[in-house]
């Protein structure tokens, strides 16, 4: 699973190895429930949309919210913390729902991944 990642924190920290933060643990735990692997992709947002747009990544991550100027050229998720998404690439509506569906399911468990950052920063 390729995923865009831009830092962000507490949603994205970059540690000098592995990506930590509250939706890098959100995707991890997505990625356990397809057995799939994440391959992290750092860089900017829009380096990470037009990949999206082109479908060279799966899922871009970073403190997206739903009024990205991007919503009309990929898939957003509902937002699943306040105003807190992911974007997936256009027209995979079966990816963008299962993806949407964990992390509705997940809410309860972004507080405790926010509380833990601001705890370990």
């Given at each position: ?21 509250v ?21 900017a ?37 306040e ?7 256009p027209g995979e509506?079966?990816?963008?729902k ?10 309860r ?13």
């Amino acid at each position: 699973m390729r995923v865009g990642v831009v830092e962000s924190p507490p949603w994205v920290t970059h540690t000098g190895g592995e990506p930590g933060g509250v939706e890098v643990e959100l995707v991890r735990g997505f990625a356990r429930t397809l057995g799939a692997t994440p391959e992290w992709h750092w860089g900017a947002d829009e380096r990470h949309m037009e990949a999206l747009e082109h479908f060279q990544l799966d899922l871009a991550i970073g403190n997206l919210d739903s009024k990205t100027p991007w919503a009309n050229k990929v898939g957003l998720t509902r937002p699943y913390f306040e105003d807190h998404v992911m974007a997936v690439p256009p027209g995979e509506n079966a990816w963008l729902k299962r993806l949407s569906e964990y992390l509705f399911a997940q809410k309860r468990n972004v507080q405790g991944l926010l509380q833990t950052a601001a705890v370990h920063p």
